[in-house]
């Protein structure tokens, strides 16, 4: 079976010849590699490491209408600023960049700090204009017919404003002060990712990742169920309604709702970190998750995957897969995406360990 051949059983909770994997191997993890590594097309060195499953694919594109004025400047040392000029105010954001964090800026002034610059972001929205965009989505599935293109799509408001717009500290405020107006906002976003989500669902990908970054330490449980399960649940039925299947990137803590997630409309998450990132145990949690026909994909933790005895690592992740065993539902990969550090060899003995797992 190929490697797309093996995701597809797994999806349908049919029994794969051998054990997926589905590392989720970014520019981050690419930093850490040696330097020929790093030169590498990203797809490449998911084909590399022997990936069942590749990410980094997008379905739909956008703009802003001519209502909006968008000016990016980079002042250098990392640092770059975005400014919206909106019929009802400016707004602006700044991100720096590190040498620890060459791919994925740190926010370091958020785009909404007060109730006005709500409401200007909130013009954003409404004058943002959604394309489809395939082709490259097409190009990328032609060119790697051996393994599972997937697509990414949006993550919902809950943690867009918490993590990315607002920041943890604000949006508690915020959300205190005024918690129906923060859910009219939430709504109002949720147009545009739902506008989002039918864009991309009519795209060539069979399988959707949302990277949401789900952790009861942040957004508590309340949270979740009050504003995040919903939106994904209507993202599943989105993708669902074009035969197309979501996994939800949930790399945090989350042991307290797994049991909510088996019951959930998404097909499964990924990417699900035991401690320190998570605080799951992988078995359990992927027990919980098949029961109820959904699938689990990670395990492996960031202090797993950055041993320098790769004996050593061999024998912690042989004792994740042994504790598994018989899970067709289960997909061995990162817990989080790879670290930056992981090496080579690792990665290489991972991915041997999931082709030489037989579960039939």
Request: charged content about 25%; overall charge negative; proline content about 6%.
């Amino acid at each position: 079976m190929t490697g797309s051949e093996i995701i597809r059983a797994v999806l349908r909770g049919e029994t794969p010849e051998r054990l997926a994997w589905v590392p989720c191997i970014d520019p981050y993890t690419q930093s850490g590699l040696p330097e020929p590594l790093q030169e590498m097309d990203i797809f490449e060195l998911q084909r590399y490491f022997g990936s069942d499953l590749y990410r980094g694919g997008w379905a739909s594109s956008e703009r802003f209408d001519e209502a909006i004025r968008h000016s990016h400047t980079d002042r250098g040392e990392g640092i770059v600023v975005d400014a919206y000029e909106t019929p009802r105010g400016t707004i602006r954001e700044v991100h720096t960049f590190t040498p620890e964090s060459p791919y994925i800026p740190f926010p370091t002034e958020y785009l909404i700090k007060t109730w006005e610059d709500l409401d200007a972001y909130l013009c954003l929205v409404e004058h943002t204009v959604v394309e489809a965009d395939h082709r490259r989505l097409r190009e990328l599935i032609e060119a790697y017919p051996e393994a599972m293109i997937t697509a990414a799509v949006t993550d919902t408001p809950l943690p867009a404003l918490m993590t990315k717009l607002i920041g943890t500290e604000n949006f508690v405020f915020m959300h205190s002060e005024d918690p129906a107006r923060i859910r009219r906002a939430m709504d109002s976003m949720q147009g545009l990712h739902r506008r989002r989500l039918e864009a991309a669902a009519q795209g060539p990908a069979e399988v959707y990742i949302c990277y949401e970054n789900t952790n009861t330490n942040s957004f508590g449980i309340r949270w979740i169920e009050e504003y995040e399960l919903p939106w994904l649940n209507e993202y599943a039925d989105i993708l669902h309604a074009a035969a197309k299947k979501l996994l939800v990137h949930m790399c945090g803590h989350i042991r307290l709702v797994v049991g909510r997630f088996a019951a959930a409309r998404f097909d499964g998450i990924i990417d699900v970190a035991p401690p320190p990132t998570g605080d799951c145990a992988i078995p359990v949690a992927a027990r919980t998750l098949s029961e109820r026909g959904k699938v689990l994909g990670g395990g492996i933790g960031c202090t797993t995957f950055v041993l320098q005895d790769p004996d050593q690592f061999e024998h912690e992740v042989q004792e994740l897969v042994d504790a598994v065993a018989g899970n067709r539902r289960f997909m061995l990969g990162s817990g989080d995406a790879v670290p930056q550090g992981a090496t080579e060899e690792n990665l290489r003995r991972a991915g041997a360990i999931a082709k030489r797992s037989r579960l039939s």
